[in-house]
């Protein structure tokens, strides 16, 4: 089992594929990525299954959660709650987020 993650290999990983996410760690109880998104990308992240915590490593932009659009702050978190609505928008630099999960990556 992996204990250690380079999240640097898996943003190299995101921009030489095709997705702009990448779950590193995802079992039962908790799931964790990075989210790369780039300016004019689209976000088309449904509702999860489970809570939701973001960590803005870089970039800029806006996370809207339900109807409210939250301004992207480096050294930022944000809690979204299982089975809402959300997705960043509006970043005119590359936005990078570490993302976790309480529960499996769905």
Do not use: C, R, W
């Not at 990448?22 to 990075?34: C, D, L, M, S």
Request: proline share 5%; hydrophobic share 35%.
């Amino acid at each position: 089992m992996t204990l250690v993650f380079n999240v640097n290999k898996s943003i190299e990983k995101i921009k030489k594929g095709n997705n702009y996410f990448h779950t590193f760690i995802n079992n039962p109880n908790i799931a964790v990525g990075v989210l790369v998104l780039q300016p004019g990308q689209k976000d088309t992240q449904e509702p999860h299954d489970s809570d939701e915590v973001y960590f803005i490593l870089g970039g800029n932009g806006f996370l809207k959660i339900k109807d409210v659009d939250y301004p992207i702050s480096k050294n930022t978190v944000y809690f979204v709650g299982k089975k809402i609505e959300h997705f960043f928008h509006g970043n005119t630099m590359e936005l990078t987020a570490l993302y976790f999960f309480g529960g499996p990556d769905s």
